[in-house]
């Protein structure tokens, strides 16, 4: 038996070991990277409009005030936007008045257009107000009755006199039917004395009837706040 000198035999192992190390060896691994989770806000409520006046009365809704036996009741009805609107007035268009206003109106027959001023338009709002009590009731002016729209307020207009009529509406104005034209006055007791006008006011032309309101100072202790829409 032929034996394997000790040298040569350390000398094989360590080749068999240099191969084995060789064919067995790996790249180095690249550090793992941990990845970076980017999160987007979710919106998960809105806040709810605001509703400026919640007790506001509706439309129709009838408001009591006075004392003793002199008490009313005052209701706004309805309301309208118009562009501008045509009246007359048998008084206005005498020759008279057409020469204080300096300008004919020959060439409209007796009537008139009103126009606002720009980017505006006229919300015509409808009032009627009654005697409930056993003696006539003082009603409130039209000077106490603002509409607010958006925090702003609007002052209403008066019409030239208490004959004007205007088309396409039947009442008169509410301040004339009170006697004075501007100032309040008194309503006398009975079902056939209620009195039913309008009101106008000049507002911004995107007015949303449903976001406008009308104050009222009915009596010195009741103060009305209506939603128009």
Known sequence: MKTIPLVGAVSFLLIVLLLISGCTSTAPQAPMLTPTVVTTPIITSVSPTTVPYPDAHKLDTQVPFGTGDKTGEATIYRTAVMQNYTWTSPSWNSPREQ??????????????????????????????????????????????????????????????SADVTISGIRQQQYDYLLGNGGTGGYIQSGASNAIDGYLIYEVPAQVLVKKTYLFCNLDPKTHAIWKLG
């Open 99 to 160: 020469t204080e206003a300096g300008s004919p109106l020959g060439t409209q027959h007796g009537y008139n257009t009103a126009t606002p001023g720009s980017g505006n338009v006229f919300l015509f709002v409808f009032i009627k107000a009654a005697s409930t009590g056993s003696n006539a009731v003082y009603a409130p002016s039209p000077q106490q009755c603002v509409v607010s729209i958006d925090g702003m307020s609007y002052a209403y207009q008066t019409v030239a």
